[in-house]
T-cell receptor, first 112, second 113 residues
Framework: DQQVKQNSPSLSVQEGRISILNCDYTNSMFDYFLWYKKYPAEGPTFLISISSIKDKNEDGRFTVFLNKSAKHLSLHIVPSQPGDSAVYFCAASSGGADGLTFGKGTHLIIQP | GAGVSQSPRYKVAKRGQDVALRCDPISGHVSLFWYQQALGQGPEFLTYFQNEAQLDKSGLPSDRFFAERPEGSVSTLKIQRTQQEDSAVYLC???????????FGPGTRLLVL
């Protein structure tokens, strides 16, 4: 039973446009959410996070939105750049658990 | 400063062999986590250390998996009598504290033949 779901295995976006990556979760105990970016043969790199007490967090070109009632979060990247091409993982944590729960990832491809 | 490092980066083992995977966390990071990432999947939690204490090993898939962090710094994940289903990337992450941001190493890709 997947508690964190990323339903789009891949997403193709034109350079300069907005990339929107989506993530849904089922566990209402999750209270902290993170996005990681992963290049091939490297470990995941932390991008941005959001606490459940907020509905938006922004860092440069990256913004994460959280809709608790829908158990949905999204990552917006604007403008998209070629270096953004990577696999993006959504992850969640709760106070009661020690590790992060990850989705399966979305492969973002930025086309020139 | 130096990030999380892992060695070896790649390991090929024959079924039944024992393997040991090493993780060097970021200096000063109290918390250390091991994850297993199968092909096409996200990382899955294996075990958690706070300093030298293994506080959670609920994610270890079988008693063939054993992890230690004897001095609260370097950690080793050992897999005994490897099976083909153990083939995966093993990721180590460290953080300042349990609820702080986790920083990942490059992983060890294990292939069991």
């Amino acid at each position: 039973d997947q508690q964190v779901k990323q339903n789009s295995p891949s997403l193709s976006v034109q350079e300069g446009r907005i990339s929107i990556l989506n993530c849904d979760y089922t566990n209402s105990m999750f209270d902290y959410f993170l996005w990681y970016k992963k290049y091939p043969a490297e470990g995941p790199t932390f991008l941005i996070s959001i606490s459940s007490i907020k509905d938006k967090n922004e860092d440069g070109r990256f913004t994460v939105f959280l809709n608790k009632s829908a158990k949905h979060l999204s990552l917006h990247i604007v403008p998209s750049q070629p270096g953004d091409s990577a696999v993006y993982f959504c992850a969640a944590s709760s106070g009661g658990a020690d590790g992060l729960t990850f989705g399966k990832g979305t492969h973002l491809i930025i086309q020139p | 400063g130096a990030g999380v490092s892992q060695s070896p980066r790649y390991k090929v083992a024959k079924r039944g062999q024992d393997v040991a995977l090493r993780c060097d966390p970021i200096s000063g990071h109290v918390s250390l986590f091991w994850y297993q990432q199968a092909l096409g999947q996200g990382p899955e939690f294996l075990t958690y250390f706070q300093n030298e204490a293994q506080l959670d090993k609920s994610g270890l898939p079988s008693d063939r998996f054993f992890a230690e962090r004897p001095e609260g710094s370097v950690s080793t994940l050992k897999i005994q009598r490897t099976q083909q289903e153990d083939s995966a990337v093993y990721l180590c992450a460290s953080s300042l504290g349990r609820e702080e941001t986790q920083y990942f190493g490059p992983g060890t890709r294990l292939l069991v033949l």
